[in-house]
């Protein structure tokens, strides 16, 4: 298996402007995650999908996030309109049941100038 | 809510010496644990993990971790480290609402 994938690897875009974040979840992977990776919040959860379907969207920071996962294989993260704030690493994962090993892809970093 | 304390942000250790990054964890049950390494612009990959059973648990590339539930500690080990463990290592604990809670991760430095 080829892993998670994720698309871009790297975003660079300006203030304002739409980002689209796209991963490929390992095939027969119930569950997808999305994460943010910072220097000062470190590693955290943004939203969660079992079986497609939006489990918890906690945290996800404001209404300028968005996140859909139209079908088992794919999912993305939105962010209209973006801000510098949302500069880091954002990580997909996928694993096969809730608690188990989650298995991450290399990440996506995004710089809004 | 749970959290996971990584005491150390940065750990140096001599190439073959041992290294041990210490984790410790707030919550009342025994929760799923977990060490994950991430080198320089890559994902994060699984050492190891504890569901339940045996409390020293074997990983990938020669690590091992001890779950001490008296403690609540769930510290990772390794007896001789080469060069290519210099990374970023993160605990991480999973509850009953399937999320992963991470430590805020201690970087390893190997010197030659």
């Known amino acids: 298996d080829a892993g998670v994938i994720q698309s871009p690897r790297h975003e660079v875009t300006e203030m304002g402007q739409e980002v689209t974040l796209r991963c490929k979840p390992i095939?027969?992977?119930?569950?997808l995650f999305w994460y943010r990776q910072t220097m000062m919040r470190g590693l955290e959860l943004l939203i969660y999908f079992n079986n497609n379907v939006p489990i918890d969207d906690s945290g996800m920071p404001e209404d300028r996030f968005s996140a859909k996962m139209p079908n088992a294989s794919f999912s993305t993260l939105k962010i209209q309109p973006s801000e510098p704030r949302d500069s880091a690493v954002y990580f997909c994962a996928s694993s096969s049941r809730g608690r188990d090993t989650q298995y991450f892809g290399p990440g996506t970093r995004l710089t809004v100038l | 809510a749970q959290s996971v304390t990584q005491p150390d942000i940065h750990i140096t250790v001599s190439e073959g010496a041992s290294l041990e990054l210490r984790c410790n964890y707030s919550?009342?049950?025994?929760?799923?644990l977990f060490w994950y390494v991430q080198s320089p612009g890559q994902g994060l990959q699984l050492l190891l993990k504890y569901f339940s059973g045996d409390t020293l648990v074997q990983g990938i590339k020669g690590f091992e971790a001890e779950f001490k539930r008296s403690q609540s500690s769930f510290n990772l080990r390794k007896p001789s480290v080469h060069w290519s463990d210099a990374a970023e290592y993160f605990c991480?604990?999973?509850?009953?609402?399937?999320?992963?809670?991470f430590g805020a991760g201690t970087t390893v430095t190997v010197r030659a």
């Open positions: 919550y009342g049950a025994t929760p799923y």
């Open positions: 991480a604990v999973a509850l009953g609402d399937y999320k992963l809670s």
């Open positions: 095939s027969g992977h119930d569950y």
